[in-house]
């Protein structure tokens, strides 16, 4: 069984940063892509920025320059480092990876963690 346990969220003002963790654990043979999605009151969840094992990023265009995804490998853990923020950020941030016990690979997705920035 793999879990992905997320960490790091809260109330920040406009213009200030917070770090977001992620860190799978369980049966884990091997981890592809890792990513942040985020998911605002009555809106639909989103994309907010990704990464491949190989370390290729990838950002919504809202959150270029701003925010830095990275992973470490060794602890199977993704991190978004977001600076700058803005109230338009405020959502529910959720780690999302693509995981293989086996053979196969799965979509995980972790319980969310509730970001506000406040103006």
């Known amino acids: 069984q793999v879990q992905l346990v997320e960490s790091g969220g809260g109330l920040v003002q406009a213009g200030g940063s917070l770090r977001l963790s992620c860190a799978a654990s369980?049966?884990?043979?091997?981890?592809?892509?890792m990513g942040w999605y985020r998911q605002a009151p009555g809106k639909q969840r989103e994309l907010v920025a990704t990464i491949t094992s190989g370390g290729s990023t990838n950002y919504r265009d809202s959150v270029k320059g701003r925010f830095t995804i990275s992973r470490d490998n060794a602890k199977n853990t993704v991190y978004l480092q977001m600076n700058s923020l803005k109230p338009e950020d405020t959502a529910v941030y959720y780690c999302n990876a693509q995981i293989s016990s086996g053979s196969l690979y799965y979509n995980y997705w972790g319980q969310g963690t509730q970001v506000t920035v406040s103006s």
């Open positions: 369980g049966s884990i043979f091997s981890i592809r892509a």
